[in-house]
């Protein structure tokens, strides 16, 4: 499996976290969402950066958004757990 390394500037300092024991799957409710359309809407919301640590494009191509150990702000009571990953697609519809 390759991984698209694609090396956003992060903001702030990143908290470590020692090993994730679950992952949290989000879908990125829009049926096209690029890394850098998901960054900007993270940005927008007064977000500090590209909240995923992967995301996985409808093509199959994975892309890291950030490193596997920092903690995250994408699930209230388990960033400090978890691997967050977002799926393009709107699972909603």
């Known amino acids: 499996m390759k ?3 694609i090396n956003l500037k992060l903001i702030n300092k990143l908290k470590k976290l020692n ?6 799957i989000h879908h990125a409710a829009h049926s096209s969402a690029t890394v850098n359309d998901i960054r900007r809407w993270h940005l927008e919301n007064g977000w500090s950066r590209f909240g995923y640590h992967f995301l ?3 093509d199959g191509q994975i892309y890291r958004g950030r490193p596997e150990n920092p903690v995250e702000s994408y699930i209230k009571g388990y960033n400090s ?3 967050g990953i977002c799926i393009e697609w709107d ?3």
């Open 3 to 5: 991984i698209i390394e």
């Open 19 to 24: 090993s994730p024991s679950i992952i949290v």
């Open 56 to 58: 996985i494009r409808k």
């Open 81 to 83: 757990i978890s691997l």
């Open 91 to 93: 699972y909603g519809i």
